[in-house]
Nanobody, 127 residues
Framework: VQLQASGGGLVQTGASLRLACVGS????????IGWFRQAPGKEREFVAA?????????EYTDSVKGRFTISRDNVRNTAYLQMNSLKPEDTAIYYC????????????????????WGQGTQVTVSS
């Protein structure tokens, strides 16, 4: 599957952005999806994940709980990351990732869990 992430930008503290990850090439609904981010000089870290079914299991890293929401629309082959109350520490390149062949309800927070990666979209939050 090919993944295309978009929706990043430059915003002020407290603003919102919605990232989108469009999948193509294989049945999007068969993939678990994750969002990761990488700030300059830091390791790529887990942000959020959703199981293969819309409305299914989700998982978030502690620093974004209550501010970010992951969702998906399998008809549009798209996963979303709604980011509210953005902070300067959220500044990073955001990547979406997909894992094939998982059963319903499975999510992954480890980079090694994912088979496929998108190219990333830059999110910059100014103070």
């Amino acid at each position: 599957v090919q993944l295309q992430a978009s929706g990043g930008g430059l915003v002020q503290t407290g603003a919102s952005l919605r990232l989108a990850c469009v999948g193509s090439g294989r049945t999007f609904s068969s993939f678990a999806i994750g969002w990761f981010r990488q700030a300059p000089g830091k390791e790529r870290e887990f942000v959020a994940a959703i199981s293969r079914n819309p409305g299914g299991r989700t998982e978030y890293t502690d620093s974004v709980k209550g501010r970010f929401t992951i969702s998906r629309d399998n008809v549009r082959n798209t996963a979303y990351l709604q980011m509210n109350s953005l902070k300067p520490e959220d500044t990073a390149i955001y990547y979406c990732a997909a894992r094939a062949g998982v059963v319903f309800g499975v999510v992954g927070a480890d980079r090694a869990f994912y088979n496929y990666w998108g190219q990333g979209t830059q999110v910059t939050v100014s103070s």
